[in-house]
């Protein structure tokens, strides 16, 4: 069941804060992911990025910041370890902590926009993928080139197509492999997901049919209304009509499974936030006051209160949006 904002302006947008229509705080019910932002150093500069990584960000995770986090890992119990940025691949401390997170024993994500396969110095990195058996979630925002390359810039459906056939022959997707290839679609326009498993269906078709490409899941993102894309929106004039979409969307159901219930965003220097979202607008995990990762355990971590802000609304529209695509059915 949807609940609307019901409070108005004199523009017609609610002006009920997501705090407000919550009516309660919400806390970390649990840590089962580590999600690391290695920085925003990209290979693309895509106009829907949370983040505005792209080419010229220096923002860069060095040597010392993941050796703390393994250490960090080594005395902590958590089940996933999901590597984001930027590209993370880009990083030089990336294969440092799949390799490490591997040893310890953590199911690795890979948050990979497929072109980076196919930058210089990169020719052994879908090998090197497999061969720690990490999982890939890769963004692939259409089935067709023109909205991608709409989204991403000229030749990225083509670099994407290429890069999931090269996943597929080394097992990714394939069943029984134990690899597994996720895909990530973000809308192109300023409007809600589709149902993501009607079109999960139609990714596989037009992809099997076209190319000969098969993968596990799809997972289907709601674009925040936050820095980039906020920008886009602005510049457009369609921000206060998104806005208003998202409020008008939200939808209780989704609070039980929101990432930040069982998640922690570390940034390229350690410290902590709720989600990859506060991260980008730094709001810090509320009463770590600049504080590091390494300053806490696990333990410290779950039942906090969580940083709550009206981008919130983005993860609560419709069927719910997280890293794992959709939260509810309802």
């Not at 407000?20 to 580590?34: C, D, F, K, M, S």
């Not at 973000?186 to 993501?196: E, I």
């Not at 999960?200 to 980039?228: C, Q, S």
Request: glycine fraction near 8%; hydrophobic fraction near 35%.
């Amino acid at each position: 069941m949807l609940v609307p904002a019901v409070t108005e302006n004199h523009n017609g947008l609610p002006v009920r804060t997501f705090a407000e229509q919550v009516g309660t705080a919400l806390h970390r019910e649990r840590l089962e992911t580590l999600q690391v932002s290695l920085g925003k150093y990209c290979n693309l500069a895509c106009n829907h990025c949370h983040v505005e990584a792209g080419p010229k960000r220096t923002e860069i995770m060095d040597r010392a910041t993941a050796e703390q986090i393994v250490v960090w890992l080594q005395e902590n119990s958590v089940v996933n370890l999901d590597l984001t940025g930027g590209a993370p691949e880009l990083n030089p401390e990336f294969r440092y902590l799949v390799q490490a997170g591997r040893k310890l024993g953590f199911h690795i994500m890979d948050r990979c926009n497929l072109t980076v396969l196919y930058e210089p110095g990169q020719e052994d990195l879908a090998g090197f993928l497999a061969e720690n058996q990490v999982e890939i979630i890769a963004s692939l925002p259409c089935y067709s080139f023109e909205n991608v390359d709409k989204q991403r810039g000229n030749g990225v459906f083509e670099s994407s197509i290429r890069a999931l056939q090269q996943l597929n022959g080394l097992g990714y997707g394939q069943p029984g492999s134990g690899l597994d290839l996720n895909l990530v679609y973000n809308p192109v326009g300023a409007h809600l997901p589709p149902p993501q498993q009607n079109l999960e269906a139609d990714y596989k078709r037009e992809l099997f049919d076209h190319f000969g490409i098969v993968f596990n899941h799809l997972f289907t993102i709601t674009n925040m209304p936050i820095k980039r894309y906020r920008n886009y929106l602005e510049i457009s004039g369609q921000l206060e009509s998104y806005q208003h979409l998202l409020l008008q969307s939200y939808n209780p159901q989704t609070l039980d499974n929101l990432m930040c219930r069982s998640l922690v965003s570390v940034d390229w220097l350690g410290q902590i936030y709720d989600c990859d979202f506060n991260q980008m607008l730094d709001l810090e995990i509320p009463g770590t006051d600049g504080r590091k990762l390494w300053d806490y355990n696990a333990q410290e971590l779950i039942h906090r209160p969580i940083a709550l802000g009206n981008h919130c609304y983005g993860c609560t529209a419709g069927a719910g949006s997280s890293c794992g695509g959709v939260l509810t059915d309802s």
